[in-house]
């Protein structure tokens, strides 16, 4: 079965710290994996996109990893910000055949960064 | 780039009324666009693929009587919610897979959101 899991379901940290959330998949076959941002009430923005020869790419205080033999991916962010507060979402792109395109979403790591 | 907007962005609506979302893709051409609900603290869950000049597919579970999408130009679909009811109240997304985009990525740009409270 399709899934994608992301631990911790929320987290709590001091503005300025950095943290890492995790995401675990089985989606097969693979086409890459994407991290999003979304705010409470608005639609996710993505912050990166990964296929399968990626192991790493930033945008700007947000770099993400993935292993894709583990089937892992983290999102490492650094020197957090309030507006950093919000659900960080792991989604991953089947790779072909009858699920080609289609989007498996985790349920995602609240983040609250506090002053 | 890829901008994807939504109107409205709040409704609040009689319990056994109809119910019309947009989905406008900006600044690019769409050949196919997804509607999304999301529950509290739950993940996004695909409810329809709609392409362009063509019937939605729905997923497994979805009313497509009660949730009717039209997808009529290449940066427009619409969702209309019909004999809206109380558990229709949700947040729904849509996204827009880019026209002509070759790669890897196959990516699909959201949209901000439409909340729907039924009373």
């Known amino acids: 079965k399709n899934q994608v899991e992301q631990s911790p379901q929320s987290l709590i940290i001091l503005e300025g710290k950095n943290c890492t959330l995790q995401c675990n998949y089985t989606v097969s076959p693979f086409s890459n994996l994407r991290w999003y941002k979304q705010d409470t009430g608005r639609g996710p923005v993505s912050l990166t996109i990964m296929t399968f020869s990626e192991n790493t790419k930033s945008n700007g205080r947000y770099t993400a990893t993935l292993d894709a033999d583990t089937k892992q991916s983290s999102l490492h962010i650094t020197a957090s910000q309030l507006s950093d507060s919000a659900s960080y979402i792991c989604v991953v792109s089947a790779g072909r055949g009858s699920t080609l395109g289609r989007l498996y979403f985790g349920r995602g790591t609240q983040l609250t960064v506090w002053p | 780039g890829a901008v994807v907007s939504q109107h409205p962005s709040w409704v609040i609506c009689k319990s056994g009324t109809s119910v019309k979302i947009e989905c406008r893709s900006l600044?690019?051409?769409?050949?196919?666009m997804f509607w999304y609900r999301q529950f509290p603290k739950q993940s996004l869950m695909l409810m329809a693929t709609?392409?362009?000049?063509?019937?939605?597919?729905?997923e497994q579970g979805v009313e497509k009587d009660k949730f009717l999408i039209n997808h009529a130009s290449l940066t427009l679909s619409t969702l209309t919610v019909t004999s809206a009811h109380p558990e229709d109240s949700s947040f729904y997304i849509c996204?827009?897979?880019?026209?002509?985009?070759?790669?890897?990525?196959?990516?699909?740009?959201f949209g901000p959101g439409t909340r729907l409270t039924v009373l």
């Open positions: 600044d690019f051409q769409a050949t196919t």
């Open positions: 996204s827009a897979r880019k026209l002509g985009l070759a790669g890897a990525y196959n990516e699909q740009f």
């Open positions: 709609s392409n362009e000049g063509s019937k939605a597919t729905y």
